[in-house]
C-alpha cells in the first residue's frame, strides 16, 4: 500500500527531511496533484495554471469540430457545462496573481467567445456583455468572496478563526470588516486569507449581512452593478 508513497519538499529552504513509513522510504516529489489541483513545491501555480488551460482547451476544439451550429444558444450552454468548469475549480486554492498567468487563463474565454458567430468580430469585453459573462478573474473574486462568506457564517465546517481575525479597529465601512495581517513573503501575500481582505472589507452592509448564500450573490452582483440578466 505505501510502495508509491510521496512527500512534498516545500518552499525554498526546506530541509529535505528523510521521512519512512513502516520502514518504507517515502519518495521526494517536487509535485504532487490533490484532488485534483497540482501543488509543487514552492506554492506557485503556473503547472496548475497550464493543467487546466490544456484540459480547458481540448474541450473547447473538440467542441469546434463537432458543433457547426455557432449561435449563442448552443455555445454558450457548451463552454458553461463543459469548458469553464476546469477554469474554475478550486479557485480559491490556486488563484493566480502573475500576470502571464492571469492572461493564458483568460486567453480560452477570449477563444470560447469567438465561436459565437455574431459576436466574433467584435471586442472581448462587448462579447463578454452581449453573452453575460464575466471575466475569469473577476469570476475568481467572486468565489473567493463567496468562501469567506460561508467560512464566516458557518456554512463550511472549518474553523473560522484560522483563516480570518474580525477588525477591531472601528474602521469606516461595514460592520464585519477582517484585519489584514502584514505578510513579508509574496506567497503569503497572495494566500486565500490573506487576499481577499480587502475584496471583503470593501463590500456594502447589505452584503455582508445577508442571511442567505443566494441573497449574498445577489448582493454581490448588485455591488459591482453587474447586470447580465438585462442584456438583450
Known amino acids: 500500500m505505501l510502495k508509491n508513497a510521496k512527500s512534498n519538499a516545500f518552499w525554498y529552504n526546506n530541509p529535505r527531511v528523510h521521512y519512512e513509513m513502516d520502514g518504507i ?18 506554492l506557485k501555480w503556473d503547472n496548475q495554471c497550464k493543467q487546466v488551460v490544456s484540459k480547458a482547451n481540448k474541450i473547447l476544439s473538440m467542441i469546434k469540430r463537432n458543433f457547426t451550429d455557432r449561435t449563442k444558444e448552443t455555445i454558450l450552454p457548451l463552454y458553461k457545462s463543459l469548458v469553464r468548469p476546469y477554469l474554475d475549480y478550486c479557485s480559491q486554492i490556486w488563484n493566480p496573481h502573475c500576470v502571464k498567468d492571469i492572461k493564458l487563463i483568460e486567453a480560452v474565454q477570449r477563444r470560447a467567445t469567438k465561436l459565437v458567430e455574431s459576436v466574433k468580430d467584435l471586442h472581448y469585453d462587448e462579447r463578454l456583455y452581449i453573452l453575460g459573462l464575466m471575466r475569469l478573474d473577476k469570476r475568481r473574486d467572486r468565489s473567493d468572496l463567496i468562501k469567506t462568506f460561508k467560512i464566516l457564517n458557518g456554512n463550511d465546517r472549518v474553523d473560522k478563526d484560522l483563516f480570518f481575525v474580525p477588525d477591531d479597529g472601528g474602521r469606516r465601512g461595514h460592520s464585519r470588516k477582517l484585519f489584514k495581517r502584514r505578510c513579508r513573503l509574496d506567497i503569503k501575500k497572495i494566500a486565500f486569507s490573506n487576499r481577499i481582505v480587502d475584496n471583503w472589507n470593501s463590500l456594502s452592509e447589505n452584503c455582508v449581512s445577508c442571511t442567505t448564500l443566494n441573497n449574498f450573490k445577489s448582493n454581490i452582483r448588485l455591488h459591482w452593478d453587474w447586470k447580465p440578466d438585462s442584456i438583450v
Request: net charge negative; glycine share 6%; charged share 45%.
Open 25 to 42: 522510504d517515502l519518495e521526494c516529489v517536487l509535485s504532487e496533484k490533490d484532488l485534483g489541483v497540482k501543488i509543487s513545491e514552492d
